[in-house]
């Protein structure tokens, strides 16, 4: 045995094997590069886990000191009455529909104004181009009062109008971002192909619509899913505008709103004896839990294709 | 504007193709450029007018002229939003070096050969789909957004001997929100991501057979190429963070707005809203010019050589002209028969 260990396990071997050669990358790399992606996915995954896992116990699990991560019992209740506190169905369709319609005109406008700026030149396009990126930079604050009094002008507050109006025109929440997402992928389309399409008597409109869109996939599909997860994730302007401060009951309520008044609603539903457990921090848990599991859901879903179609639309441009 | 138009001029009359694209590009954009107009550029300016009023709502807007009582109102009155200001500065400078560093070493480890990168992709990109106000809020309030084995006391107390106790304060509650802080890193590792998988496999290559280790690799390589995506992470990161909703900061221009009370109204708002603003720009424009220098070092050493070749030329010129100045003054002085040649006559 000794022999063997002196023959084969030589200086330059364990060298090899723990630092690599050239080609190989050594044990002590790989090992390094597993460990630390572990261990901060573990970081990553902790309020998830924690989340996941405060949801399902029950008040005795709360107070029980040897019970940290593994609820003793799956308790669902915490579930059923956030759900219903929350008006969980109700909401969620909302919600989809709060930011489904902005995304999907958002998508086309941000669409159109990034070919635009992508295949023609035209005077103005350095100042209009320098206009976007400093319409990104500014915050949203300074513009945030005057737009409030603007649309309580128009009457949109309180309305889906208030979320519509800007998308419509392209100035929805973070449409720099987009605009500059489409003008990098439309300026990697192949200029010939566009030409072709002229040449055999498409107008700039046509080829836009039987060219550019069928190939820009990738993209859009990028800026879509990015769209909807901030439409939906932004409380702080779908309370302002779209379900109105000023109101204390509106018709456009999603779950992140209601999350964001959940101890007070949930408090009073407790007062009529509507729920069955009290105000606990699984309770919360759970509402959180609610809150994120739709995105949750469209993105184990959609990941396979949101991964790829981040490897090909270039989202950052050089 | 006009300095465009100049630059365009000597080009002269536009061709009819010219004419009929820029006529396209001009449809494709107009709709965005009305949108800017009405909904960030106007409102701009409105609320740059709004600061000087104090205002009313009565059916309908009630205007009345203090020049800059607002802003000396919240110098003197205000004492919490100048001290969350201040807190806010710190951490931001703080928490953005932090983000972009972080993001950058997680997304070169991702993009190395690794197994199972589909599911590290999987748990990396998580936050981009989760980060929203209240969700946040929750769960930092319930306490999961802390390692529960990290003692932040003990570093706040350490770092507050030799440092100004905002300072130390910032620090602490960086290292207590960690994790928050590390998720608020998604989108940004999704950039740097896709900008390493754009560096061509060649150069390393290259590198590699004229002997260069990894190391070196991601300093000469690496680094230079992605640099323009640090700038762009920092300012996304500025930008993310100044308009989140776990800033008490917004939250306090939205109840300033809102107050009932006569003292406070939209003009306070705006007023803070603008203080706010110009912090975020300064902000902005110090990681500007932190990073934003363009040229690399090659660019910087050519530039160097050439300004040594123009003072060499300028000083080969410059004797030039003095000799030739020398010359003239003495053909004067000889015409002025102040010096007498031999002309090979008589004695010596």
């Known amino acids: ?318 | 504007m006009s300095k465009q138009k100049k630059a365009k001029a000597p080009r002269g009359k536009l061709g009819r193709l010219e004419k009929k694209q820029e006529r396209a590009g001009w449809a494709f954009v107009f709709p965005w450029f009305v949108g800017m107009m009405a909904f960030t550029f106007i409102p701009m300016c409105e609320s740059f007018y709004y600061i000087w009023f104090k205002i009313k709502v009565r059916r309908g807007l009630e205007f009345k002229f203090i020049g800059t009582g607002n802003l000396t109102q919240i110098w003197l009155e205000d004492p919490d939003f100048l001290q969350n200001l201040v807190t806010y500065i710190w951490q931001t400078i703080l928490e953005v070096p932090i983000i972009v560093v972080f993001a950058l070493i997680i997304a070169m480890m991702l993009n190395s050969k690794i197994k199972a990168r589909g599911f590290f992709r999987l748990i990396f990109f998580l936050p981009v789909i989760i980060v929203s106000g209240p969700v946040m809020n929750m769960l930092v309030s319930e306490g999961a957004a802390s390692i529960p084995a990290l003692n932040t006391q003990s570093v706040v107390n350490a770092f507050d001997t030799f440092l100004p106790t905002s300072v130390a304060q910032s620090i602490g509650t960086l290292f207590g929100n960690m994790i928050m802080v590390l998720w608020y890193s998604g989108v940004q590792i999704l950039i740097f991501l896709s900008a390493l998988q754009k560096i061509d496999p060649g150069l390393y290559e290259a590198a590699k057979i004229d002997g260069g280790s990894q190391w070196e690799c991601f300093w000469k390589i690496t680094l230079p190429t992605i640099k323009p995506m640090i700038l762009i992470n920092a300012i996304y990161t500025v930008i993310f963070l100044s308009s989140n909703e776990q800033n008490t900061l917004i939250t306090m221009i939205k109840t300033a707005m809102f107050s009932a009370t006569a003292e406070r109204g939209y003009g306070y708002a705006t007023a803070m809203a603008w203080i706010y603003a110009l912090v975020v720009t300064l902000i902005v424009l110090l990681f500007f010019a932190l990073l934003g220098s363009k040229k690399d070092i090659y660019d910087r050493m050519v530039k160097r050589r050439k300004r040594a070749m123009k003072k060499e030329a300028r000083l080969v010129k410059k004797i030039e002209r003095r000799s030739a100045r020398n010359v003239k003054k003495l053909e004067k002085a000889r015409k002025k028969r102040k010096y007498r040649t031999y002309d090979g006559s008589g004695d010596y």
């Open chain 1, 1 to 318: 045995m000794l022999e063997w260990c002196k023959k084969y396990l030589t200086k330059e071997k364990l060298h090899r094997f723990f630092f690599g050669t050239k080609e190989k990358q050594g044990f002590l790399k790989q090992f390094t590069t597993y460990a630390l992606l572990i261990a901060i996915g573990f970081i990553y995954l902790y309020p998830v886990l924690y989340m996941f896992s405060t949801s399902f116990m029950n008040q005795n699990d709360l107070l029980d000191s040897s019970v940290k991560w593994i609820p003793s019992t799956l308790y669902v209740q915490n579930y059923i009455d956030a759900g219903r506190s929350m008006e969980f169905w109700t909401s969620f369709v909302k919600g989809i529909v709060i930011a489904g319609v902005p995304t999907v005109l958002s998508v086309v406008s941000t669409m159109i104004a990034g070919y635009g700026f992508a295949t023609f030149s035209f005077r103005g396009k350095k100042i209009l181009m320098a206009l976007l990126i400093f319409s990104y930079i500014l915050p949203s604050q300074v513009t945030m009062i005057p737009t409030y009094v603007l649309y309580s002008n128009l009457k949109m507050t309180g309305s889906l109008m208030a979320f519509v109006l800007p998308a419509l025109f392209g100035n929805g929440l973070n449409a720099p971002i987009f605009i500059l997402i489409f003008y990098q992928f439309f300026r990697q389309v192949p200029k010939v192909l566009i030409e072709a399409a002229q040449i055999d008597g498409a107008g700039y409109f046509k080829s836009f619509v039987r060219i550019a869109i069928p190939s820009a996939g990738p993209a859009i599909l990028t800026v879509f899913l990015f769209c909807f997860v901030w439409y939906w994730n932004e409380s702080y302007l779908t309370e302002l505008y779209v379900k109105g401060i000023a109101s204390t009951k509106s018709f456009w309520e999603n779950l992140v709103i209601q999350l964001k008044d959940f101890n007070t609603n949930y408090s009073d539903r407790l007062s009529t004896g509507d729920a069955a457990t009290s105000l606990s921090e699984s309770v919360r848990m759970a509402a959180t839990a609610l809150t994120i599991l739709p995105l949750l859901i469209m993105y184990f879903f959609l990941q396979r294709h949101f991964v790829e179609s981040i490897d090909r639309t270039g989202i950052t441009g050089e």
